[in-house]
T-cell receptor, first 114, second 112 residues
Framework: DTAVSQTPKYLVTQMGNDKSIKCEQN?????MYWYKQDSKKFLKIMFSYNNKELIINETVPNRFSPKSPDKAHLNLHINSLELGDSAVYFCASSPETSVAYEQYFGPGTRLTVT | RKEVEQDPGPFNVPEGATVAFNCTYS??????FFWYRQDCRKEPKLLMSVYSSGNEDGRFTAQLNRASQYISLLIRDSKLSDSATYLC?????????????FGRGTSLIVHP
């Protein structure tokens, strides 16, 4: 069973389009994250949700909007895609955020904007 | 100054060698520390947590030096399968939550 899953695995789209990436975890964790890993392999946190509540919102353009319908899902919607959005997006989860547990990552979504 | 800094490498070592990586962090309020491993085109996976007293897991030893604000990872008897990027992660307390900050990673290549 996949613990943290993301769809799609690859996404190629044109500038200006709107796209969504879905993430689901079956670990029963309370906290989920979105990270962006750019071409220089720098992994940077974008958002974190704890039990459907937004708790971390780093400096991310408001074209990026996370949505958590329940604590097992955290989706990422991106409006008006730009070339600079090309990266690998990782979803992750951890048991909770009040204690610094380790995180479990999904396989990543490789987004290419042309 | 970056919050979490690592030498990107690559560290190119023969099988059986001992290799060590350091990671420095700038925020003295940092609370917890981890090493992750990331293989090419894969997701990061936890290698080990880093405790104040230092900890060992087989061939891997992690150390924390709070006074100098760095953590280290030592790999003994390197295997070909150890080739990967090693990411240092520092969790900083912010309100009631922890914010994880990743270093850029250190690339290790173990050759026959």
């Amino acid at each position: 069973d996949t613990a943290v899953s993301q769809t799609p695995k690859y996404l190629v789209t044109q500038m200006g389009n709107d796209k969504s990436i879905k993430c689901e975890q079956n670990l029963g964790h309370d906290t989920m994250y979105w990270y962006k890993q750019d071409s220089k392999k720098f992994l940077k946190i974008m958002f974190s949700y704890n039990n459907k509540e937004l708790i971390i919102n780093e400096t991310v353009p408001n074209r990026f909007s996370p949505k958590s319908p329940d604590k097992a899902h955290l989706n990422l919607h991106i409006n008006s895609l730009e070339l600079g959005d090309s990266a690998v997006y990782f979803c992750a989860s951890s048991p909770e955020t009040s204690v610094a547990y380790e995180q479990y990552f999904g396989p990543g979504t490789r987004l290419t904007v042309t | 100054r970056k919050e979490v800094e690592q030498d990107p490498g690559p560290f190119n070592v023969p099988e059986g060698a001992t290799v060590a990586f350091n990671c420095t962090y700038s925020n003295s309020a940092s609370q917890s520390f981890f090493w992750y491993r990331q293989d090419c085109r894969k997701e990061p996976k936890l290698l080990m947590s880093v405790y104040s007293s230092g900890n060992e897991d087989g061939r891997f030893t992690a150390q924390l030096n709070r006074a100098s604000q760095y953590i280290s990872l030592l790999i003994r008897d390197s295997k070909l399968s150890d080739s990967a990027t090693y990411l240092c992660v520092v969790n900083m307390r912010s309100g009631g939550s922890y914010i994880p900050t990743f270093g850029r990673g250190t690339s290790l290549i173990v050759h026959p």
